[in-house]
Every structure is written in C-alpha cells, then in structure tokens.
C-alpha cells in the first residue's frame, strides 16, 4: 500500500508505542518522541539552513541529520549545537 501522511503518521504512532524513537517537525520545533515521551530538539528558525523554516527540504535535511546523530550516540543538545551552525550556500541553498 503506498505510504501517505495519515498511514505514516499511524506508523510512527505504532513504532513509539512499541518503544521505538522518531524525529519529526511539529509547531516550528524538531522534535524527538521516544515510546509516550517527547521533547523538543530545537526550533526549525534556529537552523540557518532552513531560513527560518521556509525552506522545508531543509527542515527535512536537519531532521534525517538527527536521525543519523542520535544513532551513533550524540545528545540532543550536541545536535542542536551542530544544526545552529548548519549553513547553507546562500546561492544555492545546498
């Protein structure tokens, strides 16, 4: 069945239910939820990259990045340090 928003969004309820972590964006924040525990990361405006959350791919980019930092063990505040400082190329915005 091909994945829409409402049955990802089932998905991602199912897997912290089941005690698994996801990242999302939710209200201008990036936000982790572990099992019924959530906390907010940082917020999308703080994020050079993501010009104050217009850019969504970036948002996107920012969350994966993350993903990818809490799997080899970096702390929340060590990820919100690193995404402040996620720069893009004005010009190009990569």
């Given at each position: 069945q091909p994945?829409?928003?409402g049955n990802v969004q089932e998905l991602v309820r199912r897997h912290l239910a089941a005690g698994g972590t996801a990242l999302w964006a939710?209200?201008?924040?990036?936000v982790?939820?572990?099992?019924d525990r959530v906390r907010r990361l940082l917020r999308e405006r703080d994020i050079p990259a993501a010009l104050g959350g217009?850019?969504?791919?970036?948002?996107a980019n920012a969350l994966a990045a993350a993903a990818a930092a809490r799997a080899v063990g970096l702390s929340a505040a060590q990820i919100a340090r690193g995404l402040e400082g996620f720069q893009a190329n004005p010009g190009r915005l990569n």
């Open positions: 994945l829409t928003l939710a209200d201008g924040w990036l982790e939820g572990t099992g217009a850019a969504r791919f970036q948002v």
